[in-house]
Every structure is written in C-alpha cells, then in structure tokens.
C-alpha cells in the first residue's frame, strides 16, 4: 500500500483508536476524535482522563484510525502541544471537520510522532499479501 493511500486513510476518518498504558503496565484503550495534519496525528483529551494520566507517564501510544477494509495503525510518542501557533492550526483543522468550535477549550492537546506505521487490507483474502510497514525517525 502506498503511504499516500494511509495518509488518505488517516485523514479521513472520523474516529480513532487510541491506546496508552498505564502506570501499571496494563493496556488502555479508547476512541477519540482527532485531525491527521502534517503527518502527526493530533487530538484532544480531558486532562483528568485516564489517557493523559498515562501520557504523563509514558508518551508512548498506538492510534489506529477507525474501522474498515484497510487498517492503519501508528505507533508513536504523544507531545503535548501548548504553542499558541500549533493550537490554532489544530482548531481551524479540528472545526473544519467536525464542526466543534475549539475556542476556549481549556484541556490537553496531544500531536503524536510517528515512529512506525503499519497497514492491512482485508479486501478479498489480501490480508497477508498487503501487510506494509512504514519507519520514521525517531523523535
């Protein structure tokens, strides 16, 4: 699979997956919304959320984009964003596709750094033949 196909794919979506671990080592898993944008996969969390307590302990996560015939997973680190400049290219991005203002949203804005990425699709037996694997730099 090419990556512009995931990037499509990651970009549309409208609902990810994301898992974390805990302070324990047990995994975490939950939905979000979020915005792929400029290769980073950014989101929102409350800031009392078990996913930013465990991105406070370990940066390290996995989002996945939702479901469908072509999976796109992303294994990366979350950095929270305070930048001024980036909150406000998140927002626009953010309202745009959901149509969720984000003015005076006052919660933990995570974008996360792709390390590795991963693809399958599950059209007509392909799966094992389409398996694709991506590596970036790490950050």
């Given at each position: 699979?090419?990556?512009?196909?995931?990037?499509?794919?990651?970009?549309?979506?409208?609902?990810?997956?994301?898992?974390?671990?805990?302070?324990?080592?047990?995994?975490?898993?939950?939905?979000v919304w979020?915005?792929?944008?400029?290769?980073?996969?950014?989101?929102?969390?409350?800031?009392?959320?078990?996913?930013?307590?465990?991105?406070?302990?370990?940066?390290?996560?996995?989002?996945?984009?939702?479901?469908?015939?072509?999976?796109?997973?992303?294994?990366?680190?979350?950095?929270?964003?305070?930048?001024?400049?980036?909150?406000?290219?998140?927002?626009?991005?953010?309202?745009?596709?959901?149509?969720?203002?984000?003015?005076?949203?006052?919660?933990?804005?995570?974008?996360?750094?792709?390390?590795?990425?991963?693809?399958?699709?599950?059209?007509?037996?392909?799966?094992?033949?389409?398996a694709t694997r991506?590596?970036?730099?790490?950050?």
């Amino acid at each position: 699979m090419p990556w512009s196909l995931a990037v499509k794919r990651l970009t549309d979506a409208r609902n990810y997956w994301i898992a974390t671990t805990r302070p324990d080592g047990r995994p975490h898993a939950m939905p979000v919304w979020g915005v792929w944008l400029e290769d980073r996969f950014w989101f929102s969390t409350g800031r009392q959320s078990r996913k930013a307590r465990n991105l406070a302990q370990n940066p390290r996560c996995v989002v996945c984009a939702e479901p469908g015939n072509r999976t796109i997973i992303v294994e990366g680190i979350a950095n929270l964003i305070t930048e001024k400049s980036l909150l406000k290219r998140f927002g626009v991005a953010y309202q745009a596709k959901y149509d969720w203002d984000m003015k005076g949203f006052d919660e933990p804005i995570y974008v996360v750094v792709p390390i590795v990425a991963f693809a399958f699709t599950s059209d007509d037996g392909q799966f094992t033949e389409s398996a694709t694997r991506w590596k970036f730099p790490e950050p």
